[in-house]
């Protein structure tokens, strides 16, 4: 996969006539479910299509495509992961088809089997709907040569009824791999009949409209994109599936898309805070544009899904640094990329105060992670927000004692008998990092929970860094 530069200007994604937004009507808006999005409540059915030139798929990358696609869910899959992370809010099931081979053509306008390849400086395959020709392509083979009824991969709209356009459409290919492309706004919006064996999409009136499809790998990152998440990539750490792709996705993430509840603070407070992934609330110190949110970022399922230390996490939004530009992903005509998080003053969104990629797995610094470790709130600015907060130990099953109290001192320690714990660690011994370095040369059947997802992404990795991916 040849990775991309971070570039910095994009155009709308929204509909036609929806003007002027900010970076965060893409997540807050309905109506452009269908044509730029997917629905992200409710159930769908995904569609994954494996599509090789030249030869097909290895053993070994069917029975990786298998195990993160399997459609009944479970530790270290697709659906389970959005999920978990979605709060039970959303439920897709993934569909694997066979294979699409192409050994004697390419399905791309203009292109042939030696170079079968696509990228987004490719402005006259674009200009010329290529894009749209190529998907339409293999969407018929599945139709026709699998006798797929496509008709099932739309059970969901802005009304959770079936609305015409695929519900969420991942293609694994060779051809370009790690970008989330916005067919429509591209206008490329592909349009296929759904019955087997009428490829004329007119014939029959009945049709289904592709206005986005994720490229992978990496998985998850990509859906994202056709979600409507944003990259999160340049300027400071982010700790968002959206910036590092072993992550979930943070506090103002979920709370932007419908996935999380926050409970604003207005004074002196002692708190139970449950795991957020396991229903546990989001804590908010002030209001839009500038505030502070406060989760605990631990237990079992971010175990599973996260590789970042478990703990107490703060994080400092500044609405007022979001773009008023156009919203989308990419500026076509000038090749360029659009990254929020890019230049000054930031936007400081999901950022962790004082944390970093290199030191998230050690204690006190992204994550509040000791017993009675406390901090005062500050905004990213320095400024202070006019609380402070302390933390009690890891209750077995996660949760976390917090107390608040308004002003700069720190709350009183919290003594540990009244908050159970097998001992003074930062958390129980479910909930630390995978010690395994990646496992890379694990087999999948004896791969912890901790690390299964993780493992199947990173083996499909082939370049990092900054990219639209």
């Known amino acids: 996969m040849r990775c991309l530069r971070p ?76 999920q978990v992370n979605s709060g039970g809010r959303y439920d897709p099931m993934p569909v694997l088809v066979d294979p699409v081979v192409y050994t004697d053509r390419c399905p791309i306008p203009g292109k042939t089997l030696s170079n079968c390849t696509f990228s987004l400086n490719d402005l006259g395959l674009i200009s010329s709907k290529g894009l ?24 969901n709209g802005v009304n959770g009824t ?16 790690g970008i989330g492309f916005p067919l429509a706004a591209l206008d490329n919006t592909a349009v296929v009949s759904v019955t087997p064996g009428q490829p004329d999409a007119g014939a029959t009136g009945a049709t289904l409209t592709a206005g986005i499809v994720a490229m992978i790998p990496p998985e998850l990152h990509e859906y994202g994109h056709v979600l409507g998440f944003i990259d999160l990539y340049g300027g400071p750490t982010v700790n968002d599936l959206m ?19 926050a409970t604003d603070v207005t004074g002196d407070l002692e708190i139970d805070l449950p795991p957020v992934l396991e229903g546990g609330t989001i804590l908010r110190f002030g209001s839009a544009p500038r505030y502070v949110l406060v989760e605990n970022r631990g237990g079992t399922q971010h175990g599973i899904y996260d590789e970042s230390h478990p703990g107490i996490y703060v994080y400092s939004v500044d609405e007022s640094e979001l773009p008023t530009d156009p919203l989308g992903f990419i500026d076509i005509f000038n090749r360029t990329l659009y990254l929020p998080n890019q230049d000054p003053p930031y936007l400081f969104v999901n950022m962790p105060v004082d944390c970093n990629l290199g030191s998230r797995t050690r204690p006190g610094t992204c994550a509040l992670a000791a017993e009675n470790e406390g901090r005062v709130l500050t905004h990213a600015s320095g400024e202070s927000v006019g609380f402070a907060i302390r933390r009690g130990a890891t209750q077995p099953e996660g949760t976390i004692h917090l107390s608040i109290r308004q002003g700069t001192e720190l709350p009183p320690e919290i003594p540990s008998s009244t908050q159970p714990d097998a001992g003074t660690t930062t958390t129980p011994p479910s909930e630390e990092p995978s010690q395994t370095g990646g496992c890379a040369s694990c087999e999948l059947a004896t791969a912890s929970p901790l690390a299964l997802l993780a493992l199947l992404l990173r083996r499909r990795r082939s370049c990092s860094g900054s990219r639209w991916s």
Do not use: C
Request: aromatic share 8%; hydrophobic share 35%; no cysteine.
């Open 162 to 177: 079936p609305d015409g356009y695929f519900d969420g459409l991942i293609i694994d290919t060779d051809m370009y791999s």
């Open 243 to 261: 910036k590092d792709i072993d992550s979930t996705l943070g506090a103002f993430s979920r709370l932007q898309i419908g996935w999380g509840e």
């Open 132 to 155: 749209k020709t190529t998907l339409e392509d293999i969407l018929g083979r599945v139709r026709d040569e699998q006798d797929v009824d496509l008709t099932q991969f739309d059970i």
């Open 7 to 82: 570039l910095l200007v994009a155009t709308s994604l929204l509909g036609a006539g929806d003007g002027w937004a900010n970076a965060l009507d893409h997540l807050r808006t309905k109506d452009d479910i269908g044509l730029n999005k997917v629905p992200s409540s409710g159930i769908s059915r995904v569609l994954v299509i494996p599509v090789r030139v030249g030869s097909g798929l290895t053993t070994s990358e069917r029975n990786q495509l298998e195990s993160i696609f399997d459609p009944a869910g479970g530790v270290g899959t697709f659906r389970e992961y959005w």
